[in-house]
C-alpha cells in the first residue's frame, strides 16, 4: 500500500496549514482553480474537492463570480 498521502489530502492539508499559519489571511482571495492545478500539478477535479473539502471545515468560502476567499476564523468555544 503506498504512503503518499491522496493528492486532494495533502493539497488540501498545505492549504490549511497556510491559512493556520496565518500566511493565508482572513479574507484574503485564493488562486483560481485553473492556477491552483497548474501549481500542484494535478487536475481540476481535484482542486475542486479540495475546495469542498476546505468549504466544509469553514476555512474559505465561494463567492459566485468573485473567487474563493480564506474565512474569517470561528470561535470555538
Request: glycine share 6%; net charge negative.
Amino acid at each position: 500500500m503506498p504512503t503518499e498521502k491522496v493528492d486532494y489530502r495533502r493539497i488540501a492539508t498545505e492549504i490549511t496549514e497556510k491559512i493556520k499559519s496565518g500566511q493565508l489571511a482572513p479574507g484574503e482571495k485564493l488562486p483560481s482553480t485553473r492556477e491552483l492545478a497548474e501549481q500542484y500539478s494535478v487536475h481540476i477535479s481535484t482542486i475542486n474537492r479540495v475546495m469542498t473539502i476546505l468549504k466544509d471545515r469553514e476555512l474559505v468560502e465561494g463567492h459566485p463570480g468573485k473567487g474563493v476567499y480564506v474565512a474569517e476564523p470561528t470561535q470555538s468555544d
